[in-house]
Antibody, heavy 125, light 107 residues
Framework: EVQLVESGGGLVQPGGSLRLSCAASGFTFNNFAMSWVRQAPGRGLEWVSTISGSGRTAYYAASVKGRFTISRDSSKDTVSLQMNSLRDDDTAVFYC??????????????????WGQGTTVTVSS | DIQMAQSPSSLSASVGDRVTITCRASRGISDYLSWYQHKPGKAPSLLIYSASTLQAGVPSRFSGSGSGTDFTLTISSLQPDDFGSYYCQQDYTMPRTFGQGTKVEIK
């Protein structure tokens, strides 16, 4: 069964840091880009970051660039999101996702076909 | 960045109704457009990719159409289980962008 399981969410003060992890199983991890998508309370879905299948290329939303870092570990089939300088407006449920299309080195895709259950990040003093 | 404008923001319809949601991209994205369903407390799920291809396991009452800048998601006969929010998202370039969502309520 293809599965993504997130962990690492919690309560953190503004300016603090948190590291989210996502354990993947049931598919060839290195063949697919992985992403993080979030939903703030009462808001819609927001794409946060994507890392290529090789791990060599990463992309970020403007709202998190310079503060968040995505990475992947092919030895453990995990993708992580290091979040620094957290702000109140980073409060959200964060979802780990798998790209549907095999990674071939371009930016095109066919959506995100597997989602984790989500992990909640609350930034508050 | 490519902006995705989705409408309506919410709708209420009866079981059996035909429901249409539209999504417009700020510039051409060919057919690199996905649709998702999101129910409260659950993970979003992929309904349609490549603008019109049904994801495996998704009921055939869901369909998608469009290319370039204008896209449509249609539910041919609304069912009670179709409540929730629906989002379009472009897969053409980075940054990925979602529409603002359409909340579907069953009358």
């Amino acid at each position: 069964e293809v599965q993504l399981v997130e962990s690492g969410g919690g309560l953190v003060q503004p300016g603090g840091s948190l590291r989210l992890s996502c354990a993947a199983s049931g598919f060839t991890f290195n063949n697919f880009a992985m992403s993080w998508v979030r939903q703030a309370p009462g808001r819609g879905l927001e794409w946060v970051s994507t890392i290529s299948g090789s791990g060599r290329t990463a992309y970020y939303a403007a709202s998190v660039k310079g503060r968040f870092t995505i990475s992947r570990d092919s030895s453990k089939d995990t993708v992580s999101l290091q979040m620094n300088s957290l702000r109140d407006d980073d409060t959200a449920v964060f979802y780990c996702t798998k790209a549907k299309r095999l990674w071939v080195g371009d930016l095109l895709d066919y959506g995100m076909d597997v989602w984790g259950q989500g992990t909640t990040v609350t930034v508050s003093s | 960045d490519i902006q995705m404008a989705q409408s309506p923001s919410s709708l209420s319809a009866s079981v059996g109704d035909r429901v249409t949601i539209t999504c417009r991209a700020s510039r051409g994205i060919s057919d690199y457009l996905s649709w998702y369903q999101h129910k409260p407390g659950k993970a979003p799920s992929l309904l349609i990719y490549s603008a019109s291809t049904l994801q495996a396991g998704v009921p055939s009452r869901f369909s998608g159409s469009g290319s370039g800048t204008d896209f449509t998601l249609t539910i041919s006969s609304l069912q009670p289980d179709d409540f929730g929010s629906y989002y379009c998202q472009q897969d053409y370039t980075m940054p990925r962008t979602f529409g603002q969502g359409t909340k579907v309520e069953i009358k």
